[in-house]
Each structure stands twice: as structure tokens, then as C-alpha cells.
């Protein structure tokens, strides 16, 4: 599979009509999804044969395209009814096998037996509203990931987050510095789009 | 909701914890589709897998399985009970149907293969 066929095919999910203010609901657009997902298969095979989840999956673009590139099985989460019934038609439209769970990713625990993904990939709120929100995500990854987590993040938190990686007994790596053009999605936003900086975090459990 | 899905849940419910897990499956629509069968993935999974919880997902769904009660030492050899696995684990999905909690009787619906494991404000 070629980056341009990933991007393609992610280009036709669709996104939120309505985002939800108090959830930080930001999507990642189709280009950035492709190039995160097709690095993190090709430089470290973390999606192909892997058993990856999607915490807070929104429309599950990151969901459907790890299905895309191989992964055995991919479940995705949302607190969100709505963005789950955008995912469930993401997951129709590119005809991918994807479940979908409705739970609260911060309170929920899905460690107690196992650490059953391989592969955690996400994109969370960037706890700019929620204070803490994306450092709540990143614990819950962490706690179910037997390989490595792929976290989305505002790279003004890097240092932060770096200093919590260690805590958590992982090895914390920037992999990627990309620009995230959040479009004027909310009334609070002036501008009518803006590039924010954002890191792609790796999260090696050791 | 397929069963490795299923595998994972259990009730959330504050203080709720004895019989919490695994929960019963009430099936209203359970389908089945086919999938290419990994045997290296359904190796690696083995461990990570409640074998108590599937053995009572498949009873609740009336799947005859000729499981054996505990998972067998030689598994990871077992081709043939590696495809059984691969096909209640990934294939078997529900589509319709609940989740009932055996210790406190709360009820998690699942629509279109999607379980609402979502508190109300009341239960909060």
C-alpha cells in the first residue's frame, strides 16, 4: 500500500458536522492521518498483524486506516454517540472491519486482564479546554499497550510529556513535528483557520 | 461487538465489583463474517485472552464449541484450535442485543454492534 492510496481511500471519511466544544473534537484531517499511520507502519510495523485501538477514534479515521494497512483487529472509542455513528459510516463507506465501543476513555478501565493491543494510536483532546484531558488519554494507552503508543499532542506540551513518559516506565520519543491546521470550527476561533504545532509522540512500554 | 471486544468489558458501575466480569450477552442479532485467518496473531493474543469470559460469551450465544475449560498448555501449536479462536474471537459479532452485569443487574444496551457501556448522570 502506497502513502497517496492510504490518503485516498482516507480522504473519503467524512467529518464532524457539529463538534463539540467541551470535547475538543478537532478531526485529523485525511493527510495527516495517511502520513501518521504510513510512518508508523513502515518505520516501526507497528499496525500490520497488530491488534491496535483508537481512544477517543472521533470518525475512527486513524481506526479505518490502521484496518487499511493490515491490522487484525481495531477497536475505536468515543464518548460521543454522534461521532460513533460518523465512524460507523467511515467504517461502511471504506468497507473496513472496525469495532466501535461508547465509553468514557478517562474512566474507563480496560487493563484489568490484559494488555490487549499491540498498538495504541490516537489523537486526543489537546486538554487546552479539559484541562488534563490529554494526559488522561495517554495514561489509559499506555495502560493497555503491550508494544507502543502514537499520541498526537501540542508540541508546547513536549517537555511535560516527556517527563511523564519516564514516570510511567516508557521510553517517551518525538517521531514526527507536523503542522495541524485546525480550521475555524468553533465561534471562540477569530481566525479562520491556524497551524498549531504538534508532535507526534511515541511511547515505547518497556 | 465481536467476542475479543466483548472480552474486554466489564461493568462500570461504582462499587460494583463482585461478578462484574465478564457480561452475560443477552444476543438479539448476532452475525458472522468471514476473515483471513492469522495464525502468528491469534499466537500472540492467546495469553491476553480471558478464557472464562469466551467460554461464557459463546454459552450465552448457544455456540456449540467442544472448547476445553481451560486453555490448553499446547495451544500455540494447535492449529485447529487457533482457527476455532480466530472465528469467536473475530468473526462471531453481535450486532443487537445487551450486556447484563451479574452482580448488580445493569443492563448495556448494543446497537448496531456498538455497546453504550455510558453511565447516566443518575448513576454517577
Redesign the interface.
Known amino acids: 500500500m502506497k502513502l497517496k492510496e492510504l490518503q485516498g481511500a482516507l480522504q473519503l471519511c467524512r467529518y464532524f458536522e457539529k463538534p463539540k466544544l467541551e470535547l475538543e473534537q478537532y478531526p485529523t484531517p485525511p493527510e495527516i492521518a495517511a502520513r501518521m499511520l504510513y510512518a508508523i507502519e513502515t518505520s516501526y510495523e507497528d499496525i500490520e ?3 491496535v485501538l483508537d481512544l477517543g477514534c472521533g470518525g475512527a479515521i486513524l481506526a479505518c486506516g490502521s484496518a487499511i494497512l493490515g491490522a ?2 481495531v ?1 475505536g472509542i468515543d ?1 460521543d ?1 454522534d461521532a ?1 455513528e460518523l465512524a ?1 459510516s467511515n467504517i461502511e463507506e471504506l468497507e473496513v ?1 472496525v ?6 476513555v478517562i ?2 478501565d ?1 487493563s ?5 493491543f ?1 498498538t495504541v494510536i490516537m489523537n486526543p483532546p489537546f486538554g487546552t479546554r479539559a484541562k488534563g484531558a490529554d494526559m488522561a488519554f495517554l495514561k489509559r494507552g499506555v495502560d493497555v499497550a ?1 508494544g507502543a503508543v502514537y499520541s498526537l499532542h501540542k508540541s508546547s506540551t513536549r517537555e511535560h510529556i516527556m517527563k511523564k513518559a519516564a514516570e510511567w516506565n516508557t521510553k517517551g520519543e518525538v517521531v514526527a513535528e507536523l503542522r495541524f491546521n485546525i480550521p475555524a470550527l468553533y465561534k471562540f476561533h477569530q481566525k479562520k483557520s491556524v497551524d498549531v504545532e504538534v508532535d507526534l509522540i511515541k511511547l515505547t512500554i518497556l | 461487538m465481536h467476542l475479543l471486544t466483548h472480552n474486554l468489558l466489564q461493568c462500570i458501575v461504582q462499587g460494583c465489583r463482585t461478578n462484574s466480569f465478564p457480561l452475560r450477552i443477552i444476543p438479539e442479532d448476532v452475525q458472522e463474517d468471514e476473515r483471513d485467518f492469522n495464525q502468528e496473531f491469534m499466537v500472540r493474543m492467546l495469553p491476553r485472552i480471558h478464557w472464562a469470559a469466551l467460554l461464557s460469551a459463546l454459552e450465552n450465544l448457544s455456540i456449540q464449541h467442544e472448547l476445553p475449560a481451560e486453555l490448553p498448555a499446547d495451544a500455540s501449536s494447535n492449529e485447529e484450535l487457533l482457527q476455532k479462536l480466530h472465528r469467536y474471537l473475530l468473526e462471531i459479532r453481535v450486532q443487537q442485543g445487551a450486556l447484563i452485569c451479574n452482580g448488580c443487574g445493569r443492563k448495556y444496551d448494543v446497537r448496531q454492534s456498538i455497546p453504550n457501556m455510558m453511565l447516566n448522570e443518575d448513576e454517577v
Open positions: 498483524g497488530k491488534s487484525e483487529y477497536l464518548i454517540p460513533l460507523k472491519d469495532d466501535l465501543l461508547q465509553a468514557n474512566t474507563t480496560l484489568m486482564h490484559a494488555k490487549m499491540d503491550s
